[in-house]
Each structure stands twice: as structure tokens, then as C-alpha cells.
């Protein structure tokens, strides 16, 4: 009987080792990321009470977020404009935003300490981080959405930095405990960020994807001519436009075309190329954000074609939206989007954020013939209110049909067109179309990034 | 004929250390100031000291690792607690003197292989005490395991299952040999005759029929496993032991089919994140714990482990890892394993069949045990309400648990007459 109770011993010893093994993934491998969650929050402010808090601050040194010497109070000078990029932090109700994701750092446990589980700061003062937020950028794009439910995202499509980051309707951190009982059941759901959860249907401006598809899988359906009657696969446009060629067809927005276009491509081609921009998988983004998806479900031509013109099953992010129009602007290439550029220790930059690469999303001339059907857009197609004195710019309108109301006017564009420095993204809901809600917005913020950022 | 022990003796006073020290910081951590229970790891230390002098004094053989290796978790769970709820603390201590003195009455039964003859009586007395709840049992949380006597709350699977564990031993050592020759053919596989495991197989199915009308899983998975345990160990047939695992996947089958509360908890187990603000809770909780320990822990008295439901009771272990971290959880973990395979050797070493299948039945509890609750809140199994023997709160299994100990000191002394 002994040899089989050595069998037995053996057997839980494996089982102990199986323990010892999943305790060292949760508290060493798995840590960083577990940490983050949203069910820690209150782990997260707990720890928040033993060191003195590090501040937040815009790419060029503002202020945004600080906490008091003597009442420990933390102050958001910009009040409500920085809400969906800082979040909010709390001891009761939690932490949520970079307060969330950069608990930690922020109050003195830099990762490789907070690894080794030290249950103090490594520093009596935490990290303090600097944004590659523009704070000016961050409050027109704020003000402009001001009355509406809506986002904006503002990128530069060379590196993946976030220069702005809006959604409306916002909340004020600083009084987040006092107002929380409201602001939690308001049916605006101002604690939704719309630029990085909220999903929508992306209307037209979904059709730079279709066109990316054709330019890269099947040149010969780009360059040819197409024929508009005003109706396709039970898909309507406003009036017939006749004969026309691809980049025309991306100006005025001719849903037939592409409605036929993507028949012809067929769901498989359109697919795959949305999942060269990450659709339906997780984007490494500082906060939390929501999968797009483009349905693995079969389509029919019907569905296909209204999936070729962003109203099948299709539901996307701003942000999503925001690396798409990103990746024409810069020569293809898809950059991890980057709230934080540096993280100071004790007055020293201690991190400093390369911009990553994420994946190619097109070739280089796939993007430049992109990038003129854009310019297209503006100068003679439904863009054309986006005007900016000696600036070209490539944009897109979109009118998103959905279920909700009037449908969601979306516009995404990037200039100057031949050297693009910054990359738009604004969906306002149920404003009607992009041209004349979206747009007049995107010409602003693009006005001021352009002066803004060199 | 007094013995020296001297082994035991040095090794328990360096757990009196141990036990002082850690006592002591999750005092320092306690938000008031409550002098008067400093006193707590002092009495536990009497009491161990009292058990020790004793055995000394009977001039007792009993491995001399078995005592300081249960201190261990006795001392970190009275820190652990004071940390958590200070009043549990205090009962612990009590259950602790308690179950000190069960331990102690072991050692002077005169011969206990003679138990072998009454397993049918030990079975019966398992049974009355599992089946006792249906009748006068109260419930809480969903399950009615609990009898309630004035002010006290017994949970009668606890016992029942050391019980259960003897009886088996008893049974299987009067037949191991019947079981492993006689069988019948069923085509490939050899089944064992209906004559000798028949009356195993009815009462383990009543068994776990009762803990499944008491939603007490966890009891019924720990039964089985033993059942397992020592029937592999009587007569180690591949067979037996395919037969068994086909049972406990088929009742898990029909216990998922069946029972809406089975559904649940393996319905969270697969996916706890989308579970996590409701029945979910406990469990993505008890991960975070886990995980925001960190190699080293936040350090007694200074994380959150308060932040998960039922912490004290069912996932002291957690509280243990966040605040120790990684190094003293596995600390723990090694503990137990030693003390596991302390109670295998005797086993092993014991010339008594029954003896040693006793040794093996309550050895293999204390490790599935283990294994089950700890494995639970890592989510390596579905969580139940199982106790992490000497180390969670709770009197029942702590009395039990020591009274187990106290077995197993008996068995390692009875049956190595020759070791000094």
C-alpha cells in the first residue's frame, strides 16, 4: 500500500504546484493589468491614502490635475473639459479615467515596485504625468460639443499621440462625490465616454474602408467606371448621379456605387480589411476601450452591400474612426494611440512614451490615392464647407441612419492633406448630417490644432 | 516513561515566534487600542505548550512535526482574523482550546486500532449528523448546514466528514483484499463484485444525495474525493479509479442539468468578469486581493482584503495572500503540504491496514481540502463554501479539524512503536 500512497502524495503535490503556479501568474504576471480594473476602484483610492498624490499636466505644463498640500483635496482646474481623459477619483465611489489607470504611479508605486508588492510608496510624493493632451484643443473640442451628445477625437497621425479627447455631456471631477448620485442615473449617461465606449454605426465615412479594401485587393474595381440609377440592393441615394468613377463617388457620397462595389468585393474582402484595423479586437489604449466590430455572421448582398456603406451590422468608436482616417494620414501605418507622454519621478522624467507601431493598415499609395479622393470630398464633393485658408485638407462626412432618432452626423478629415499634422474625428448623435452637423465643428478644431501644433 | 521530544519542543517555540510576531502587527494595524488582546497568541502558545508537556509526559512517539506544523496556521489565522473581525479573532482563540482539548483526549485512548470493528457505528453517527440538519437545521445563505444550539451554530458536515473517513478506512481494510481479487468482467473492465463494493457505493450515494438536497457541494466533492483516495490506496486498481471519474463527471453533468444553483456557481466559475457586479462579486474580488498582493504583500493590517464578501469565514486564505503577498502564501502553502505529507508518512509507516487508511482518508481531507477552497478563490475550480482546515474561522471545523490532528498524532504513535 505504500508505493500507492506515494501516488496519491504525488497527486497533490501537482495540484499545490498547479496553486502555486496560477498565484504566481495573478500576483506577478498579471498584476499590472488586474490592477487597472474597474472592480479595484476601491482598492485603488484606498491606496491612494498613503502618499501625497502626483499631479497631471498638459503637454506644455497646465495644470489639470493636482492635489492640495493640507487638504489632501485633489483640484481639476479645468473642471469638466478634462473629464473623459482624467476621470474622476474618489475614496467612496472610485477611480475611472488616467486617475484609474495611473493609480499607482500617480501615488508612488511605480510598476517594478508595486511588482515586488511592497505595501508602501516608493516615494512619500508620486509620478507626475505630463499629457500629450493640448488643453486648448481639449476645451474647444468641449465647448463645441457643449449642448449636444457627442465626442471628438483630435490625433497626430505621426506618432498616435491624443491631442484631444472629448465627450459630451461631461461631469465635474472635483464635485463628482457631491453630484455623484445624479450624474450616476442621469439617462444622458454623462459617465459614458463616448470617444472610446460608446459605439455606433459608422454611416458613410465607413466607406474609406471599402475604398481601402478595392485600392488594395482588387485595383481593377477602383479605377474603373460605375453607373448611378439612385437605387442598389434595396440602398438609395438622393437623386441618380449618373456615370461616375470611384473617387467622384467617394465626394458626393454615392451609396449605390459603393453599394455595388462592396457586392463585388464581396463580405470576405471588406472583412479582412477591417480586420487590418483592428476591428473586433482589443486596442492597447490607456482607457478602456470598447471593440469595434465589424459581424463575422455570413452576409447576404443586401447586407453586404449596406455593411460597404457602414449601416449593416457594423458598430464602431470615434476612436476607432479616429486611428482609420490616422492610418490614410500617415502613409498606412497604424499607431498605438497615447495619452501619456512622460512620467516625472521627483522632478525627473523617469518614462517617456515612444510611439509604437500597432500593424500597416494599407500601403503608402494605397493612401496617397485615398488621400486625394479626400481632398476630392473637400473641394468638390459633400465636404466642402470645410474650408481653411491656404490649408488642404482630406476629410469625410457621414450620416449614420440608426434606430434612436435623426441619425448620427459624423465627420473625420486630417491636414494640411499633403503633410498631415493632425487627424479629426467628431460624431455628434442624432444631429442629422455630417455635413452640417459634424463638419462645422471639425473645421474648428482643425483651425486651432493647425495653429497649435507643428 | 516520559519522553523528550525535544524536536517538537524547539520547533514550536520558534512557531510561538511566529505567532507572536505576526500576532503582533496585525495588532499595531488595528485601528483602536485594545492592549488586552495581546493575550491571544499567549494563551494559544500555553495551550500548545500544555499539549506538548503532555504528550511528553505520556511518553508519546507521535511524529514531532505534526504539532508545530498545526500551530503554524492556528497562530496566522488568529493574526489574520484580528485583522479582519476582531471578535472573531477572539472565538477563534476559544475554538482553538477547545479543539486543543479534543486533540489532547486522542492521546489517551488506549488502542485505537480496535476502531476498524465499529466502522459501521462510526458511519451511522456520520450519517445522523449530516442527515441531522434537514430536521433542525437553520439556514444560511442558501445552504441548511448550520444546527443551532442556544447560542452556538454547529456545522455537523464538519465532523461528519472525519466520520466518514474513519469508517471508510474501516470498511476497506476488511475487504481490501476481497476487492482487489474478486471482480466482474465488463468486457475490458474489470468491475469490482456487487457483494463487497455495494454497500460502499449505496451509502456514498446517500451521502452525497444529502449534501446535494443541503446545497453543500463543496462536502459532498471532499466525500467523494476521499472515497477515492483511500479505495486507491486499498486496492489500486485503474479500473476503480476510471469508474469513479466517470461518476463525478456524469453527477456533475446532472447536477449542472438539474440544479439551478450548481448552474450558477459554474457559470461564474467559467466567466467571472461578467458576473462581477453581481453573484460574480466574491470571486473577481477575491482575484484582485490576490493579485494587488504582489510578490510581498501589502503587509498585515495595510490592504483591503475586507473589500470581499465573506472574507473571514470562507477566503481567509486571500486576506493571508494580499497582505503577505506571494512569498507568504506559498509559505502557507508549504506548511500545509508538509503536514499533509507528515500525515501520509505516518500512514505509511503505520502496520495497521486500517491504521494506515485512517492516516491516508484524513490526510487526503485535509489536501483536498486545501486544494478545493484555495483552488476556488484562484479560480482553478468552481468556489464553494469549503474551510481551509485550521486557518479559516469557524468552530466546527476548527474542533474537527484539530480532533483530525489529534487522530493522526495518535496513529503516528500507535503505529510506530519502534521509532524514540
Known amino acids: ?454 | 516513561m516520559t519522553q523528550s521530544r525535544r524536536l517538537e519542543g524547539s520547533l514550536l517555540f520558534k512557531a510561538f515566534i511566529l505567532g507572536w510576531l505576526s500576532f503582533f502587527l496585525s495588532w499595531v494595524a488595528a485601528p483602536v487600542w485594545e492592549p488586552q488582546a495581546l493575550a491571544y497568541p499567549v494563551v494559544v502558545s500555553a495551550a500548545l505548550l500544555a499539549v506538548h508537556l503532555c504528550l511528553k509526559k505520556v511518553g508519546s512517539v507521535a511524529d514531532q512535526l505534526l504539532l508545530p506544523l498545526t500551530a503554524v496556521p492556528l497562530f496566522l489565522s488568529v493574526a489574520i482574523l484580528y485583522r479582519l473581525e476582531r471578535s472573531k479573532a477572539f472565538w477563534q482563540v476559544i475554538w482553538i482550546l477547545l479543539g486543543l482539548a479534543v486533540l489532547l483526549v486522542f492521546q489517551f485512548i488506549p488502542n485505537i486500532r480496535k476502531w476498524r470493528s465499529y466502522w459501521a457505528l462510526l458511519l451511522l453517527l456520520g450519517l445522523v449528523w449530516l442527515a441531522s440538519t434537514l430536521i433542525w437545521g437553520v439556514e444560511v445563505h442558501g445552504s441548511k448546514v448550520w444546527l443551532e444550539l442556544g447560542p452556538v451554530r454547529l456545522q455537523p458536515s464538519e465532523p461528519a466528514k472525519i466520520l466518514f473517513a474513519l469508517a471508510l478506512a474501516g470498511y476497506l481494510s476488511n475487504r481490501k483484499e476481497l476487492l482487489y481479487v474478486r471482480y466482474w468482467r465488463l468486457g475490458r473492465l474489470k468491475l469490482p463484485h456487487l457483494v463487497y463494493i455495494g454497500p460502499l457505493v449505496v451509502v456514498l450515494i446517500l451521502t452525497l444525495l444529502l449534501t446535494v438536497i443541503q446545497r453543500d457541494l463543496g462536502t459532498g466533492l471532499l466525500l467523494f474525493g476521499v472515497f477515492i483516495c483511500e479505495l486507491y490506496v486499498a486496492a489500486p486498481r485503474w479500473d476503480y479509479l476510471a469508474l469513479g471519474l466517470g461518476f463525478l463527471g456524469a453527477s456533475s453533468i446532472i447536477g449542472y442539468r438539474l440544479f439551478h444553483h450548481v448552474r450558477v456557481r459554474f457559470d461564474i466559475w467559467l466567466s467571472p468578469w461578467e458576473y462581477a457586479h453581481g453573484q460574480g462579486y466574491q470571486l473577481v474580488q477575491s482575484l484582485l486581493a490576490t493579485s494587488a498582493g504582489g510578490l510581498f504583500g501589502a503587509g498585515l493590517g495595510r490592504g483591503w482584503p475586507q473589500l470581499i464578501p465573506a472574507v473571514a469565514t470562507d477566503l481567509t486564505f486571500v486576506a493571508w495572500s494580499e497582505e503577505t503577498g506571494l512569498a507568504g502564501a506559498i509559505a502557507l502553502i508549504l506548511v500545509y503540504m508538509l503536514l499533509i505529507e507528515r500525515g501520509l508518512k505516518a500512514a505509511a509507516s503505520s502496520d495497521d491496514d486500517f491504521l494506515c487508511l485512517a492516516g491516508v482518508g484524513i490526510s487526503s481531507l485535509f489536501a483536498l481540502q486545501s486544494i478545493v477552497i484555495i483552488g476556488g478563490a484562484l479560480r482553478l475550480l468552481p468556489l464553494t463554501g469549503v474551510t481551509l482546515p485550521l486557518f479559516n474561522y469557524g468552530g466546527s471545523s476548527l474542533v474537527s479539524s484539530l480532533a483530525a490532528i489529534g487522530f493522526l498524532l495518535r496513529l503516528s504513535d500507535e503505529g510506530r512503536p519502534d521509532a524514540g
Not at chain 1, 474595381?221 to 461616375?244: D, F, K, V, W
Not at chain 1, 499634422?421 to 448623435?429: G, K, N
Open chain 1, 1 to 454: 500500500m505504500r508505493a500507492n500512497i506515494r501516488k496519491v502524495a504525488r497527486f497533490f503535490v501537482a495540484g499545490f504546484v498547479v496553486i502555486i503556479l496560477i498565484l504566481t501568474n495573478l500576483t506577478v504576471i498579471k498584476r499590472e493589468r488586474l490592477m487597472a480594473s474597474p472592480y479595484n476602484k476601491h482598492r485603488l483610492s484606498g491606496w491612494d491614502t498613503q502618499s501625497h498624490r502626483g499631479g497631471i499636466y498638459d503637454y506644455r505644463g497646465e495644470v489639470l490635475a493636482v492635489t492640495d498640500n493640507k487638504s489632501r483635496r485633489r483640484h481639476y482646474p479645468r473642471g469638466k473639459t478634462m473629464a473623459p481623459v482624467l476621470g474622476y477619483l474618489d475614496p467612496n465611489i472610485g477611480a475611472a479615467g488616467l486617475e484609474a489607470r495611473y493609480s499607482a504611479e500617480l501615488g508612488g508605486w511605480p510598476s517594478f515596485w508595486a511588482a515586488l508588492g511592497f505595501g508602501l510608496p516608493l516615494t512619500p510624493v508620486g509620478e507626475d504625468l505630463i499629457l500629450t493632451v493640448n488643453a486648448n484643443l481639449q476645451q474647444l473640442a468641449m465647448d463645441c460639443l457643449a449642448g449636444y451628445h457627442g465626442a471628438a477625437v483630435v490625433l497626430d497621425p505621426r506618432t498616435g499621440a491624443v491631442l484631444a479627447l472629448a465627450s459630451q455631456p461631461s461631469f465635474d471631477p472635483e464635485h463628482i462625490a457631491q453630484e455623484w448620485g445624479n450624474v450616476y442615473q442621469d439617462a444622458a449617461s454623462p459617465l459614458l465616454n463616448r470617444a472610446v465606449q460608446g459605439l455606433y454605426p459608422p454611416g458613410s465615412i465607413l466607406k474609406l474602408l471599402t475604398m481601402a479594401s478595392a485600392l488594395s485587393q482588387k485595383p481593377d474595381l477602383a479605377t474603373r467606371l460605375y453607373n448611378c440609377s439612385g437605387t442598389a440592393y434595396g440602398i438609395r441615394c438622393s437623386e441618380p448621379h449618373g456615370e461616375l468613377d470611384l473617387v467622384t463617388a467617394l465626394a458626393v457620397s454615392c451609396n449605390t456605387v459603393f453599394a455595388e462595389l462592396g457586392v463585388e468585393l464581396g463580405n470576405g474582402i471588406l472583412a479582412q480589411q477591417a480586420k487590418r484595423i483592428w476591428f473586433n479586437r482589443s486596442i492597447p489604449f490607456e482607457l478602456p476601450l470598447a471593440v469595434s466590430l465589424f459581424s463575422s455572421g455570413q452576409a447576404d448582398d443586401n447586407e453586404t452591400a449596406q455593411r460597404a456603406i457602414g449601416q449593416g451590422q457594423i458598430v464602431v468608436t470615434p476612436m476607432q474612426m479616429a486611428l482609420l482616417t490616422a492610418a490614410i494620414a500617415g502613409e498606412g501605418v497604424i499607431w498605438q494611440p497615447y495619452l501619456v507622454q512622460e512620467r516625472h519621478l521627483a522632478g525627473r522624467v523617469f518614462v517617456q512614451t515612444k510611439p509604437r507601431k500597432l500593424a500597416s493598415f494599407i500601403s503608402p499609395a494605397v493612401a496617397t490615392a485615398l488621400t486625394e479622393a479626400m481632398i476630392e470630398v473637400s473641394e468638390r464633393g459633400t465636404g466642402t464647407g470645410m474650408f481653411l485658408p491656404g490649408v488642404k485638407v482630406a476629410g469625410k462626412t457621414g450620416t449614420a441612419e440608426n434606430p434612436h432618432g435623426a441619425p448620427h452626423a459624423w465627420y473625420v478629415g486630417f491636414a494640411p492633406a499633403d503633410n498631415p499634422r493632425v487627424v479629426v474625428t467628431v460624431l455628434v448623435e442624432n444631429a442629422g448630417s455630417g455635413a452640417a452637423a459634424a463638419l462645422p465643428l471639425a473645421r474648428q478644431l482643425l483651425g486651432l490644432a493647425l495653429e497649435e501644433v507643428s
